[in-house]
């Protein structure tokens, strides 16, 4: 069974902190990569893609993977009380076509 | 542009009946995912459609069927309902048929079985 690790949470920070996620995932071969945010009783928004090991910036939000240890992360940095939301990670695993496979999210709350 | 839209946004059954979920992929998106979403669970994949062909079906039971019309709107389709499907059902479009997880959902059907 493919599957993806990540913590439930709640992960406190206060405001202007940096705020990190955190996720593994088990199959080894897996090449692309998602974060996706989920405001409570909305849908997910994906924010994040990362198809490379290292890291991958976009505004105030960077991902790393590092596929040797497979394991993908999201850093958010200068947090703001309106960053409070759920974070999903996801991965389209081998050969599974435009399947994503998501973890359980990890709640996220910037406390001012 | 319109994004995904589904209906209807919310519904209420009872166990036993049928459901039938509607969704409008965003212009020029020719692929469409379902999703289910448990309360506290990250979404799981039911059904992949591109090009009105089935691409990929999740680990759920024959109860649950799909389609994908020619202009590339898509309805799921759950019979004999029971408690435990009781979820958001998310439907997601993409531009591409494979080897894409950048998907845009739409704000989801929430079924509340009785």
């Known amino acids: 069974q493919k599957e993806v690790e990540q913590n439930s949470g709640p992960l406190s920070v206060p405001e202007g902190a940096i705020a990190s996620l955190n996720c593994t995932y088990s199959d080894r071969g897996s090449q692309s990569f998602f974060w996706y945010r989920q405001y409570s009783g909305k849908s997910p928004e994906l924010i994040m893609s990362?198809?490379?090991?290292g890291d991958k910036e976009d505004g105030r939000f960077t991902a790393q993977l590092n596929k040797a240890s497979q394991y993908v992360s999201l850093l958010i940095r200068d947090s703001q009380p309106s960053d409070s939301a759920t974070y999903l990670c996801?991965?389209?695993?081998?050969?599974?076509?435009?399947?994503?496979?998501f973890g359980t999210g990890t709640q996220l709350k910037v406390e001012l | 542009d319109a994004g995904v839209t589904q209906s209807p946004t919310h519904l209420i059954k009872t166990r036993g009946q049928h459901v039938t979920l509607r969704c409008s992929p965003i212009?020029?998106?020719?692929?469409v995912s379902w999703y289910q979403q448990v309360l506290g669970q990250g979404p799981q994949f039911i059904f992949q459609?591109?090009?009105?062909?089935?691409?990929g079906r999740g680990n759920f039971p024959d109860r649950f069927s799909a389609r994908q019309f020619p202009n590339y709107s898509s309805e799921l389709n759950v019979n004999a309902l029971l408690l435990g499907d009781s979820a958001l059902y998310l439907c997601a479009s993409s531009l591409v048929g494979e080897n894409t997880g950048e998907l845009f959902f739409g704000e989801g059907s929430r079924l509340t079985v009785l």
């Open positions: 212009s020029g998106h020719k692929s």
């Open positions: 990362i198809y490379s090991n």
């Open positions: 996801a991965v389209n695993f081998t050969g599974g076509g435009n399947k994503l496979t």
């Open positions: 459609y591109y090009e009105k062909e089935e691409r």
